[in-house]
């Protein structure tokens, strides 16, 4: 009886862990559909169920996207709107090309947390792109 209550004890204590840890992770993602042309502009944003993708590019390239509350930085993440890559396998091998895009539409995902206000664009560090998102998936209402 003793080793029953145990194990029970302890799968009560797993069951809680997991269900601490599952929800203080973000459950839904910003969608910003932005066009290029070479400036941006905003075509739609949107409020999406599911996980963020939690990939970072640890590349060279001139753009960042952050999510900044009204004091602080709390999500950022490097990427290059204008370059598409692709392959495939072609007889065996592999082949591929890169395609510069100077006209798109793209999109921006980032978390959706409590804190934050507004996304920013930045080119090498100048901020050329921002965008209120505090609002983003709310329902209007009638105030009478």
Same mark, same amino acid.
């Given at each position: 009886m003793?080793k ?27 969608l910003? *559909?932005?066009?290029? =042309? &070479?400036?941006?502009? #905003? ?7 599911g996980?963020? %993708? $939690? ?10 996207v952050?999510?900044?509350?009204e ?19 072609? *007889?065996?091998?592999? =082949? &591929?090309?890169?395609? #510069? ?9 980032? %978390? $959706? ?24 998936g ?7």
């Amino acid at each position: 009886m003793n080793k029953k209550f145990y194990l029970l004890l302890f799968m009560l204590l797993v069951f809680v862990v997991v269900l601490l840890v599952s929800a203080a992770v973000p459950r839904e993602y910003i969608l910003l *559909e932005i066009y290029y =042309d &070479g400036d941006f502009v #905003l075509v739609n944003k949107s409020l999406e169920s599911g996980f963020y %993708p $939690s990939i970072n590019h640890d590349i060279d390239v001139p753009y960042e996207v952050k999510l900044m509350s009204e004091e602080d930085e709390l999500y950022s993440n490097t990427f290059d709107h204008t370059i598409l890559y692709s392959d495939a396998i072609i *007889e065996e091998n592999m =082949d &591929g090309k890169t395609e #510069l895009l100077d006209e798109i539409n793209f999109f921006v995902v980032v %978390p $959706s947390v409590r804190d934050g206000e507004k996304v920013e664009i930045l080119k090498d560090g100048v901020k050329v792109f921002e965008e209120e998102v505090y609002d983003v998936g709310a329902t209007p209402c009638k105030v009478e």
